[in-house]
């Protein structure tokens, strides 16, 4: 079987804006037999743990990388560039190992696929991506979220 990378904080590390992790007993018979890649790349882009809550505004994940919509906390800083380099560092490790599929946090501005918080902060989802599942996906990566998130 192929290496998988995995969201860290569904691998058990407190790496998530409110200091936690989101460890689920599902992944383990997920990844059972493969190689793990563990990553975060919120933290591997420059963010603290714990850090302030961000969404994606004006679009998903995809108008991120292609420079038409940002990543902001919810005191309104603009947080795009740390996710934009965490998102490319994510994509070297998934390479370096040898990983042609990843486990995604759901709803994250960074892991999310197919459905992200809206900007709004309150809790809403929109269709979409984030940041890091899009340029996995573009990439030829499969990007599939976690089970029992």
């Keep these: 079987m ?3 990378l995995v969201s860290a904080c569904l691998r058990g590390v407190p790496c998530r804006y409110d200091g936690r992790h989101k460890a689920v007993s599902e992944l383990d018979e997920a990844v059972a ?3 793990v890649v563990s990553f975060c790349p919120e933290v591997a882009g420059g963010l603290i743990t714990p850090r302030r809550p ?4 004006g679009g998903d994940g995809h108008d991120v990388l292609d420079g038409t919509a940002r990543v902001v ?3 309104g800083r603009d947080v795009t560039a740390a996710f934009v380099d965490g998102a490319r560092r994510a994509l070297e490790a998934a390479r370096q190992g040898g990983c042609t ?3 995604l946090m759901p709803r994250s ?3 999310g ?3 992200v918080y809206d900007g709004s902060f309150s809790g809403e989802l929109t269709p979409g991506d984030g940041v890091t599942a899009a340029l996995f996906a573009r990439n030829g990566i499969t990007v599939r979220p976690a089970p029992g998130v």
């Excluded at 961000?54 to 505004?57: G, R, S």
């Design 33 to 35: 037999g493969r190689d």
């Design 113 to 115: 696929r197919g459905a």
């Design 54 to 57: 961000a969404e994606l505004v």
């Design 2 to 4: 192929t290496a998988i």
């Design 101 to 103: 599929e990843a486990l």
């Design 73 to 75: 906390d919810d005191s």
């Design 109 to 111: 501005p960074s892991c």
